[in-house]
């Protein structure tokens, strides 16, 4: 029964063209040892009635010739021969049979090994109260076939003791060929199983790649129609889905583009008139400048936020395209570290960094790292370190903060838009709307590189972002 759950529980772990696989299998073995089962035991069973229907006709024969030659009653004459010893070594036998003589009550046997004491009781009393009889039995580890034939003429009884060994032997080649036989058509079973199977899951493949494609930016990704008409319903309706799905994104996207662009015209306006009253920042009273200093504040925020929907309804429209150029890494991060905060952030960087560049935007990338560190900032009591490290053909870039970490339930959804995680939306003092992260995800993976967050190395609380690029060795 332990087994069985264990079973039932593994199997839902496996892929579908797995257990497709394992079932033809078991289906080729079951049949495969029901069939060897079957033959096995009507070719054992046949066997076994040719070798007992021979050795009686035998016996009854043999039987008969030593009634001849055996002296009969007083009255008979005796022939030539008559000792029994001499009739028993006259008898015609195969190799593997031992003739065994009573007379009287005398026994006699052609090979002492196989004498009375070799005959079981209950045959030995059956055949010599009258009645013939044979029985298998087990002697010395071998089986044998014993026939007894009362002699009733002379008073004596003739038993051939046949031993099997041969027929077992010829018994176990044959249970190895079937075993051979089932093994090779479980494997047999198992290859059609998995062929079947790639051919039954070769359109779930095409609408899972294609799915994959369109979560990964492609919309206009479609499956192609199939002629069978089960697949085809299944076809049709993921191309009416990924229909739906992109005009919603593309409506989104245009209205998320439409309100930022709307947006800009005041916000400038708005720059511009608080550009005039901070010119005039020294005739206002204190509440005055409180005041202003909040608007300016404000402004700058809600600029930033235009800013990152502008640059989300560009990635979403496919228009964003990177100014890619060879950049010494090191001196990159360097600098946008410098520039991005006032705070001072040290800067790890590895040794075998030196003469390392990446193809990058530098604008794009040194945005990327602001918005780590601004990251940090808002979330994470400020960053504590900024390290630079080589990992093969790869740089991986990672900012270390030592507020409260990032959850693993929330290590992938943070990258998402307008999430800021679990911890992040219970605390009322901080900006932001969750745009942040998404934009850095989107930025590395138009780099060809990935993003993702983990704990830090040394143990301490705190959350470490990581960023990998590709590497290449300077010219």
């Not at 049949?31 to 033959?39: H, W």
Request: aromatic share 4%.
């Amino acid at each position: 029964m332990r087994r069985l759950r264990l079973i039932s529980r593994l199997l839902p772990r496996l892929g579908l063209r797995a257990r497709i696989t394992i079932a033809f299998a078991v289906g080729a073995l079951l049949m495969s040892a029901v069939l060897a089962g079957a033959t096995l035991g009507l070719t054992r069973q046949n066997l076994l009635d040719q070798r007992e229907s021979s050795a009686t006709a035998r016996t009854y024969q043999n039987a008969r010739t030593a009634a001849l030659q055996l002296p009969g009653p007083s009255d008979d004459p005796a022939p030539a021969s008559s000792d029994p010893t001499d009739v028993l070594a006259s008898l015609p036998t195969p190799s593997g049979s031992n003739p065994v003589l009573h007379v009287g009550d005398r026994w006699f046997a052609r090979a002492p090994e196989y004498g009375q004491d070799t005959l079981p009781p209950g045959l030995r009393d059956t055949v010599l109260d009258g009645q013939p009889a044979l029985m298998r039995f087990d002697h010395e580890g071998a089986t044998q076939l014993a026939v007894g034939v009362p002699i009733d003429s002379i008073d004596a009884a003739y038993f051939e003791i046949v031993s099997l060994g041969e027929l077992e032997d010829t018994l176990e080649s044959i249970s190895i060929s079937l075993l051979a036989a089932a093994l090779i058509t479980t494997l047999a079973g198992a290859a059609v199983g998995w062929w079947a199977s790639r051919r039954v899951l070769r359109p779930l493949r095409g609408i899972g790649d294609a799915a994959h494609a369109i979560a990964t930016g492609h919309l206009d990704t479609r499956v192609e129609a199939s002629d069978d008409a089960d697949l085809a319903t299944l076809a049709d309706s993921f191309n009416e889905m990924a229909v739906a799905l992109e005009e919603r994104i593309q409506r989104d996207a245009r209205f998320a583009s439409n309100v930022s662009h709307e947006l800009r015209s005041p916000l400038m306006t708005l720059a511009a008139s608080i550009e005039v009253l901070e010119n005039q920042r020294d005739d206002m009273p204190d509440r005055a400048r409180a005041a202003l200093d909040l608007m300016v504040a404000d402004i700058e925020r809600f600029q930033q936020l235009v800013e990152d929907l502008l640059e989300i309804s560009r990635f979403d429209a496919g228009v964003m395209h990177l100014d890619l150029e060879e950049v010494r890494v090191d001196e990159l991060v360097l600098q946008a570290v410098t520039n991005s905060t006032d705070v001072d952030v040290p800067v790890d960087i590895d040794a075998d960094l030196a003469g390392v560049v990446v193809r990058a935007d530098k604008r794009r990338l040194s945005r990327v790292i602001a918005n780590l560190l601004d990251n940090a900032a808002k979330y994470g009591e400020g960053a504590t370190r900024v390290e630079l490290r080589r990992r093969g053909n790869a740089v991986q870039i990672a900012v270390e903060d030592d507020g409260p970490g990032v959850p693993p339930e929330d290590a992938e959804a943070i990258f998402f838009r307008f999430n800021r995680g679990s911890s992040a939306g219970r605390r009322r003092d901080i900006d932001g709307v969750g745009l942040g992260l998404s934009l850095v995800a989107e930025h590395i993976r138009l780099h060809g590189g990935a993003v993702w967050v983990e704990g830090r190395c040394d143990g301490e609380t705190g959350a470490r972002f990581v960023i990998e690029l590709p590497a290449e060795a300077a010219p």
